[in-house]
């Protein structure tokens, strides 16, 4: 187990500044309740009450982010975990999250934490500035909103991009994309990389076992593409007799092929009973495969298993000549055959993604972190 790095702030650092923050995107309704708009869920509150996502509330009067500056914990993880192949591979990655989550998804696998109705599962904190000075004098290139999902604590995200981009260092969003248009707009033009959740391709799935609606996300994934600068990736974990049929395979694939274009990389992850889907059986690895191989044979260019151990699965190939280009072990690279443009060295193909010049050398080191002051 990975001991804990006891970072503290400098005497000139600020302190935290409270969990309670006012929150934007509502409206007032006829019958007096405020209607949260954030998401598409539109919770409709009446003085006291909190939202499905548990940490927006209404509270005199107004919708209000009660876990600003708190986070369940702080840890550096490589930028692969997100999973992110495409974006400054090699690097590390300050990574945090809250409580809550504005998603019921029964298969959850980060549970403690997103479905978390106790405040006590926050047991750090840290402003913004705090959090992008700690994150560059570790050595990270990026700041991740994980764990949970970062819209449901929009305010504090973006101020936390807003700090680490005055010193350099990059937002990444793991995110299932349940957002309406207008907070999406505000939060992802401070988001330089994502990772979308696309938990399946059916209605049904999404109603039945997340409790939200396909289309929503949909509709993020093609805003994204077309009308954003924000480098994403696809992931979707495979859940035995319910998202993993060839039928929906080949269907999600075409989809993003033609809608987004061959070069969105897409992650099949490999799924393990928890949560509310403990009778389930974990993914065979044969499952990924085979999802990597229909969605390969539809165009898409980059396509990744993950949470099981396959180096072929896991690494990234030329799209012109099908040379590997970046070799990966779990979370650990290789073999780099880029070029400082990005391009392969075998045929000068250029690779999609944000890449440095040489690769980061993080490995599969987890470091968790405690932040506070002294």
């Not at 509709?219 to 495979?238: G, N």
Request: with cysteine; proline share 6%; glycine share 10%.
């Amino acid at each position: 187990m990975s001991m804990i790095l006891d970072w503290r702030l400098g005497q000139s650092g600020q302190g935290a500044s409270g969990p309670m923050r006012a929150g934007g995107y509502f409206h007032r309704l006829s019958d007096g309740r405020l209607q949260c708009d954030l998401c598409p869920r539109f919770c409709r509150l009446r003085e006291g009450q909190r939202g499905l996502c548990f940490v927006r509330a209404r509270q005199n009067d107004e919708i209000v982010l009660t876990t600003y500056g708190r986070s369940s914990g702080f840890c550096v993880d490589p930028i692969e975990k997100k999973p992110l192949n495409h974006f400054l591979p090699g690097t590390p990655v300050l990574s945090f999250g809250t409580a809550g989550c504005n998603l019921a998804c029964k298969f959850c696998q980060n549970w403690d934490m997103s479905k978390s109705r106790e405040m006590d599962t926050l047991a750090d904190e840290a402003t913004p500035e705090t959090l992008a000075r700690a994150a560059s004098e570790l050595g990270c290139r990026s700041i991740a909103y994980t764990y949970n999902d970062p819209v449901i604590f929009l305010e504090y995200a973006v101020d936390v991009a807003r700090a680490a981009h005055e010193l350099g260092i990059a937002s990444v969003a793991v995110t299932a994309g349940y957002i309406t248009p207008e907070p999406r707009r505000d939060f992802f033009k401070h988001i330089d990389a994502a990772n979308v959740d696309l938990k399946a391709f059916t209605e049904r799935f999404y109603h039945r076992i997340c409790g939200g609606h396909l289309r929503d996300v949909l509709d993020t994934l093609l805003y994204l593409k077309h009308e954003s600068t924000t480098w994403f990736e696809l992931t979707t974990l495979l859940i035995p007799g319910e998202n993993d049929s060839a039928e929906e395979i080949e269907a999600m694939s075409r989809w993003v092929a033609d809608n987004l274009g061959p070069d969105v990389p897409m992650h099949f992850t490999a799924f393990h009973p928890d949560y509310r889907m403990q009778d389930k059986s974990a993914t065979p690895p044969a499952t990924l495969s085979r999802a990597r191989e229909i969605a390969r044979a539809n165009g898409i260019a980059h396509v990744y298993t993950g949470n099981v151990h396959d180096s072929e699965g896991g690494s990234t190939y030329c799209s012109g000549c099908g040379a590997r280009v970046i070799e990966r072990d779990w979370y650990a690279l290789g073999e780099w055959r880029l070029d400082a443009q990005g391009c392969c060295r075998a045929c000068g193909t250029r690779v999609p993604g944000v890449f440095d010049p040489e690769p980061g050398n993080w490995g599969r080191r987890r470091q968790p972190i405690r932040l506070g002051n002294p």
